[in-house]
């Protein structure tokens, strides 16, 4: 029986399953500098619990739509105002892939609608995906 309230390392698999992301995709973000999990006298990964709260703040930033660059740079960032800095950027961008979302059911419609053989010659369409000048 455990004295303290510590919990035992995980396995990448067992991280994998909790988590999400496949085991892969724990060893590529380990290659890009995010996870360091320690290693046990087999050469196995072994996740303790600060490396699992790192998986779930890569995790949660990837459901937000934050890039795997912004992530290392957010959570490498020791100052504030760094982080701050990173997340307005973020937010911009996510603003504006929001915004582009929100356009895409009318595109669609539009294409649903198009009776075109060539969908570029369709006067509609063109007039959606042409940049106003």
């Known amino acids: ?9 995980m396995a990448i698999g067992q991280v994998a399953q909790r988590f999400g992301p496949a085991t892969h995709v724990l060893r590529h973000r ?3 500098g995010l996870l360091r999990p320690a290693r046990d006298t087999a050469g196995r990964r072994r996740y ?3 490396d699992l709260v790192r998986v779930a703040v890569i995790v949660r930033a990837k459901e937000a739509g934050l890039g795997l660059d ?5 959570t490498a960032a020791t100052e504030p105002a760094v982080r701050r800095d990173i997340l307005r950027r ?5 603003r ?3 915004a582009t979302a929100r356009d895409s059911p009318a595109l669609v419609e ?3 609608g198009c009776e075109h053989d060539d969908l570029t010659r369709c006067p509609h369409y063109r007039r959606r995906v042409t940049p106003e000048g």
């Open 1 to 9: 029986m455990k004295s303290s309230g510590a919990m035992a390392a």
């Open 30 to 32: 380990e290659t890009m």
């Open 48 to 50: 303790d619990e600060a």
């Open 70 to 74: 912004a992530i290392r740079a957010l």
């Open 90 to 94: 973020e937010a911009e961008a996510l």
């Open 96 to 98: 504006s892939r929001i």
């Open 110 to 112: 539009c294409v649903l």
